[in-house]
């Protein structure tokens, strides 16, 4: 059961092949055989049973959705209400959230089943799942090696299959980049398109909700739940949400790919480029066309990232204080120490770096020269995709650098762990659609394609994706577990 | 004050914006309730939420900025002023920095019959916090957020004020137009209508300012003025040993009356300004202002020249009760109720009236006299039922009871007496006892007649009708 896509599932429960009480039985199995994988922080067994029940009553009335009974889980960064919601971290071990996210209603509505909580970096601040209060996620290929992030317990319990699909958050490549690890699907959308409304926020003018699972087709399905306008979140786009699985088979026939020059140079690893350049050309067969484009600002998209996602940060995280919630150091002294030892208590390592960061770039004397550039910045790497989308439909480029390191391997040099962003961070400076899709295998290991398109048009993206996907089959690849 | 030193003085206003609403988000703001029943996970700065900008908090603002004839800017941003602080619920409260809704507008104010424009720099919106509850809690601290997201105008003036009777006047200005406009209630006790005062001293004719401090929170007029007065005092005081003012922030001690250092310049925090992310910028339409404008109520000085047509008042009279729009209704409503002359109650609610209200330091809507007990008492001189004199005695009553004026004069048996063959009886008794006076009268000592009415009075218990005495003394005597 575990091998088979939504429609497919679906179909099986209308035929009554299965039931969703069932299906979630033997995804809960699943779950529990893979705890080594580290995964999940929380499994909801009870919760996921009894909405398998209702999703069996409501199939049973012909008024079931494609996703009603589906078997799906999320990051632990979406506030479930009644439900313990970390964010992976210490300071979050004791939160039970008192009201759902809107990403979280929106699918409980449909009648998917939440099978639990993903693991993830710490507030979303790593590339590599190790940050996170519950230990590493173990990358599913090799389980030395990591499963990305900040998304690694989403992308790896789709790729061990342990929920058909699930839901993630990417703030400069958190959904695209351990999709790419873990050789699935993952749809970053555009900023704007799905509310941020009860997800925990990192930086909130890059972080942005989207959709894993295995195929496109799936993460489409999935992602039209998940997406549209919410007045609960002033930067959501009011605009009506297309059904992203129509325009799946429409053929590419004269579809302009950009490659940016900055990004496949000499220095892109040999297998890497292989693998791209294998891509590419059955994308041609496809009917595409592939031209070269320039964005001469790229270079300039990690440091001003680090400067705007710290600053957002240091101002997000300041309500973990030890006063209402969250950890709490004992016995304070006074103000001061309740503040200092609860949050030097509460949070890790890297996050702590970011809020010292983003706190200085932030302070008086020091704004102008860190933030005010770092925002001029944005302008100009928006302006350059604007430019470049304005030649080509998409733009082509690797996911990451590298396939999956080992765990352990890069946690101890923060700088060399922030530049294996370089591809995935600009896009959500210039707030675009982007989306990891399984290209291959170096060493056993999945690598990822990323296709990088206009504003709001995940439609094309899907299609895209699809198209390949109906030509090759990385995506339908399983680990041995 | 010191004839040598002028005192520079400029002020920053909160008014809390009387929507139904929290700025950013849906609970309500009413006053007083249990605490925290009025703290939704927006209130409480839960993890993932997101402010939505309130509509009607930011047509107040622009009401405002209308009144005064400021610039209404048509583009501004939220931004996130960042601090610590047990009830500030996200560790940052929403505020406006570089880009306020409301830019540079002016009030004029009235001090010893003198007119003083005052600028207003700009007026901005922002979130209020909490309110952190020290007592009943054995050495903890409570926090109650019900208040946490309450909608304030931040009001900050121009340096342009050089006495506190000039700071007082301003904010009783302000007072009264935030209440005239319906944006505020302007209720000082429950804290919608509280001051910071920026102080400093300088020789007169020196151009520079004197180095400021800052008085924070300051809740009621008498305060401000004591407040502001100390602060100068110790400030010339201070220069004029030797020393040097520093730029602090103050805290003014009501009981001791005195202001004492907070936190000086160097432990001021550094709040970290940038605009929130969570937000969009506030557009403001050409549409929307030219609406506002057109639906402004009447202000101040319109009102003022009205009651002078309309009720034909004199000046002071009609300054006096347009100096608030409570005020105004209160006279409004006592005309309409009572149907009597519009002098007659203007005389009685400026002057017995307003008087008692200023011994008891209330504001009219906090009169023990309603309008229509206030009406009962105005009719009843109108058709001399009492006289004044009388009518002296039943507003003491109305002011510390709950009868009608009908129900006093009643009970109290304080009816005038305009019965003549009343009058005449104990005239003739008077007369009859007092013959040499009589004689002087009549011999040219007219300075006899006061006494003669003054016994009648007196005899009549202050109830005779003093026309009819007089008229008939006049024809005995004559």
């Known amino acids: 059961m575990h091998t088979k896509s939504i429609t497919e599932l679906a179909q099986g429960l209308r035929t009554k092949e299965f039931s969703s009480v069932e299906l979630t039985q033997h995804f809960l199995t699943r779950i529990k055989q893979h705890a080594d994988l580290n995964a999940f922080v929380t499994v909801t067994e009870d919760i996921a049973l009894h909405a398998a029940q209702r999703a069996d009553a409501r199939i049973a009335t012909g008024t079931a959705d494609l996703l009603t009974g589906i078997p799906m889980a999320h990051k632990d960064i979406f506030c479930t209400k009644d439900v313990k919601t970390t964010c992976g971290s210490k300071m979050l071990d004791n939160f039970i959230a008192p009201y759902n996210a809107t990403v979280v209603e929106k699918l409980n509505a449909v009648g998917a089943v939440n099978l639990g909580k993903l693991n993830m970096d710490e507030f979303a601040m790593g590339s590599s799942n190790e940050t996170s209060f519950y230990g590493a996620v173990k990358n599913p290929w090799n389980k030395n090696a990591v499963a990305g992030g900040s998304s690694g317990g989403s992308a790896a319990a789709v790729a061990a299959q342990l929920a058909v699909c699930v839901t993630g958050t990417d703030t400069g490549g958190s959904i695209r980049q351990p999709a790419a690890f873990c050789g699935i699907t993952g749809i970053k959308p555009t900023y704007g398109r799905v509310s941020r409304y009860g997800m925990i926020a990192y930086a909130s003018s890059l972080d942005q909700g989207g959709s894993m699972a295995r195929s496109a087709e799936d993460a489409a399905i999935l992602l039209h739940a998940m997406a549209g306008f919410d007045a609960k979140d002033s930067t959501s786009v009011d605009a009506p949400v297309p059904d992203y699985c129509a325009d799946l088979n429409k053929p590419l026939t004269g579809l302009k790919i950009g490659l940016p020059k900055e990004f496949f140079t000499a220095d892109l690893n040999a297998d890497m480029t292989a693998t791209l350049d294998a891509a590419i050309e059955e994308y041609k067969k496809l009917g595409a066309e592939v031209k070269e484009v320039s964005m001469p600002n790229l270079k300039y998209a990690i440091p001003a990232y680090y400067v705007i996602a710290s600053a957002e940060c240091s101002s997000n995280l300041s309500r973990f204080d030890g006063v209402r919630f969250g950890h709490r150091c004992k016995n304070p002294e006074d103000l001061t120490d309740l503040y200092t030892r609860s949050r030097g208590e509460g949070f890790g390592k890297e996050v702590k770096r970011r809020i010292l960061m983003g706190t200085y770039a932030l302070s008086a004397g020091y704004y102008d020269a860190y933030y005010l550039k770092a925002q001029q910045v944005r302008r100009l790497i928006s302006d350059d995709f604007k430019n470049a989308l304005s030649e080509v439909d998409v733009i082509f480029s690797p996911v990451t650098p590298t396939p999956a390191f080992n765990i352990g391997e890069k946690i101890a040099n923060p700088i060399e762990m922030y530049l294996a962003d370089i591809y995935t961070i600009a896009i959500n400076l210039a707030g675009l659609p982007a989306m990891s899709i399984p290209a291959g295998f170096i060493n056993g290991l999945p690598v990822g394609l990323q296709v990088i398109g206009n504003y709001f048009t995940e439609a094309q993206l899907l299609n895209i994706a699809h198209a390949y996907q109906q030509v090759t089959d990385w995506h339908k690849q399983t680990p041995s577990l | ?478």
């Open chain 2, 1 to 478: 004050m010191n004839t040598k030193w002028e005192a520079v003085i400029g002020l920053e206003i909160h008014a809390q914006l009387s929507t139904k609403s929290k700025i950013f988000s849906g609970a309500a703001t009413a006053y007083g309730a249990e605490p925290n029943t009025q703290a939704c996970v927006i209130s409480l700065g839960m993890p993932g939420v997101l402010p939505v900008l309130n509509e009607d908090a930011v047509r107040k603002a622009v009401i405002f900025g209308t009144a005064i004839e400021a610039e209404i800017a048509p583009y501004s941003v939220f931004a996130r002023k960042n601090y610590f602080y047990p009830d500030l619920p996200k560790g940052y409260q929403i505020s406006q920095f570089e880009l306020p809704i409301v830019g540079k507008g002016f009030l004029d104010i009235e001090v010893d019959g003198e007119t003083k424009r005052v600028g207003v720099t700009r007026a901005h919106l922002e979130e209020d916090a909490g309110k952190s509850l020290h007592e009943n809690f054995h050495g903890s601290t409570g926090i109650d957020l019900n208040r946490a997201g309450t909608p304030l105008l931040e009001i900050v003036s121009e340096p342009d004020m050089r006495s506190a009777k000039e700071a007082v006047a301003y904010m009783r200005k302000l007072h009264d137009l935030v209440r005239y406009l319906e944006i505020c209630d302007g209720n000082m006790q429950e804290g919608s209508f509280r001051c910071d005062a920026n102080v400093s001293v300088r020789p007169k004719g020196q151009a520079e300012f004197g180095t400021r401090a800052e008085i924070k929170n300051i809740n009621s007029f008498k305060f401000v003025e004591k407040a502001i007065n100390h602060e100068i005092e110790r400030q010339i005081e201070l220069i004029e040993e030797g020393g040097t003012v520093v730029q602090e922030t103050r805290l003014y001690d009501s009981v001791k009356d005195e202001t004492r250092s907070m936190r000086s310049k160097e432990e001021a925090n550094d709040y970290r300004y940038f605009p929130d992310p969570d937000l969009l910028p506030v557009f403001i339409s050409e549409e929307l202002k030219t609406e506002i404008r057109a639906t402004l109520p009447e202000l101040p000085e319109a009102k003022k020249a009205r009651f002078k047509t309309d009720y034909k008042l004199n000046d002071e009279s009609a300054t006096i009760l347009t100096s608030s729009r409570d005020l105004a209704n209160y006279f409004e409503n006592v005309v309409k109720i009572s149907g009597c002359d519009s002098v007659l109650c203007a005389n009685w609610i400026t002057g017995d009236l307003s008087a008692a209200l200023n011994r008891a330091d209330l504001e009219i809507i906090a009169s023990p006299i309603n309008e229509e007990r206030f009406a009962g008492l105005v009719a009843r001189i109108a058709d001399d039922t009492i006289s004044g004199k009388i009518a002296k005695q039943v507003f003491e009553f109305l002011w510390n009871g709950s009868e009608s004026a009908d129900e006093i004069i009643e009970a109290k048996g304080l009816k005038q007496i305009t019965d003549t063959g009343a009058i005449e009886a104990i005239i003739d008794t008077i007369l009859a006892a007092n013959e040499k006076q009589v004689e002087q009268y009549r011999g040219g000592n007219e300075k006899m007649f006061g006494f003669f009415v003054g016994q009648v009075m007196k005899a009549m218990q202050g109830k005779g009708n003093p026309a009819e005495i007089n008229k008939i003394l006049k024809a005995k005597l004559a």
